[in-house]
């Protein structure tokens, strides 16, 4: 690689890091909230990539175990500078709510009284606008006619019936079926071609590595006694068998950490409301609970043991299938399954627009003016995310504490 090509892409590592970093520090609201700044960020204000293969890679990752919106990261900083682009993406996204959460196990960080349930009241309100503006973005583009359109409106219908990720992943399944049947006919242009830097052999290397991990390590702690190992086996197993994302995980990380004795039942619920109160991805309750484990390994070390442990079974599922999506998206069936697939994609999202992102946040009409207020900044001024989310997130403040000072 010449000198002027290292420099480019340390440039580019530079960027996807710095863009993923402030994403980490603003991105409240959960995995759906996320994909809505996602879009924003890299569709609308970047252009790192259309609207068209943006929506191919969530339905991608909505299929897949693991946290979603990580992986919809992880692969936008490959594609954008490579294999360290993935990694600054991945380390920038995560790093942030991560640190919080090791903090606040160690007690150095509490969000009580008046001024902090404004504040976390305010970025769900955030959260509104994001999401309200994703879904409408993407449903100008990926729901432009009565088929697709219908397939959005399928989704939510199976969303609502079936509960959790079986309905997320079923709903998206009927997406696809639909549009093999319903989309044929718009499926005659050839997808946009996707740099994504990872060989075949690289994919088949990293599906080997996920199986010989999910079947090694149970075997290597029936044979080793090690704390250490049970840790890992217990963090890549919860991380492995999850669909649907953080709030799924945790009935699989309470049996592997509660149950055995590791962390109270009063440790894990009172980190869990930590977790609800930062940016970022859910899974970095994986760090909270790597500190306060017992017995060792604990602390940082644990934090950072069981962290790697939980995102790396998604991230390695990723990269096995990545070199082969340029292939499939080519295909005239595959294509038309996609557009299904995509509007149904729209259909989830806006379901979770109404819950939990809506219900959870609109209590008042003070909090849909502001709520409205955040979704005009975004899709009229296009003003940045970080920045709607210090403007939105300051006005639930001032509504939480006038609403004391009235009392």
């Not at 290292?6 to 994403?23: H, N, P, Q, S, Y």
């Not at 996204?93 to 150095?108: D, H, I, K, N, Q």
């Not at 009284?113 to 100008?140: D, E, Q, S, T, Y």
Request: proline share 5%; glycine share 12%; charged share 10%.
């Amino acid at each position: 690689m010449t000198q002027q090509a290292m420099t480019e892409t340390a440039g580019r590592v530079g960027e996807v890091f710095k863009a993923f970093l402030l994403l980490g520090l603003t991105s409240f609201g959960g995995p759906i909230a996320h994909l809505g700044y996602f879009r924003t960020e890299f569709v609308a204000r970047r252009k790192w990539l259309d609207e068209q293969a943006y929506a191919d890679l969530v339905a991608l990752c909505q299929f897949l175990p693991g946290p979603a919106s990580s992986q919809v990261g992880f692969a936008l900083g490959l594609m954008r500078a490579g294999p360290w682009g993935a990694a600054a993406a991945w380390l920038a996204f995560t790093l942030p709510s991560a640190l919080v959460l090791v903090l606040f196990a160690y007690g150095a960080a509490v969000m009580e009284g008046p001024v902090g349930r404004g504040i976390i009241h305010g970025l769900k309100i955030v959260a509104v606008a994001i999401v309200a503006h994703a879904v409408w973005g993407m449903a100008k583009n990926l729901c432009p006619d009565r088929q697709r359109a219908t397939i959005a409106l399928v989704a939510v219908l199976i969303v609502v019936l079936v509960n959790g990720p079986l309905g997320q992943v079923g709903g998206i399944l009927a997406g696809g079926l639909a549009g093999i049947w319903l989309c044929r006919g718009h499926a005659t242009v050839t997808a946009s071609h996707l740099y994504l830097p990872v060989s075949r052999t690289a994919g088949g290397a990293a599906l080997v590595l996920f199986v010989v991990l999910l079947a090694g390590l149970p075997l290597l702690t029936w044979g080793i006694t090690s704390q250490t190992l049970e840790v890992m086996d217990a963090f890549y197993r919860a991380g492995a068998l999850v669909f649907g994302g953080g709030h799924v995980v945790l009935p699989l990380l309470e049996a592997e950490v509660v149950q055995s004795g590791w962390v109270s039942s009063d440790a894990f619920l009172t980190g869990y409301g930590a977790a609800q109160a930062v940016p970022g991805p859910l899974f970095t309750f994986a760090a909270y609970l790597g500190s306060v484990l017992e017995p060792a390994p604990n602390g940082l070390v644990g934090a950072i043991i069981a962290l790697l442990a939980i995102f790396l079974p998604g991230m390695l599922l990723l990269v096995a299938i990545l070199p082969f999506w340029n292939t499939f998206r080519q295909l005239v069936a595959a294509q038309a399954l996609m557009r299904g697939a995509n509007a149904a994609v729209v259909g989830i999202l806006g379901a979770a627009l109404y819950h939990p992102v809506w219900t959870s946040a609109i209590l008042d009409p003070y909090d849909f003016a502001l709520a409205l207020t955040g979704f005009v900044l975004l899709s009229i001024w296009k003003m940045p995310a970080w920045a709607v989310v210090l403007i939105v997130g300051t006005g639930g403040l001032a509504i939480s504490l006038l609403s004391v000072a009235a009392l």
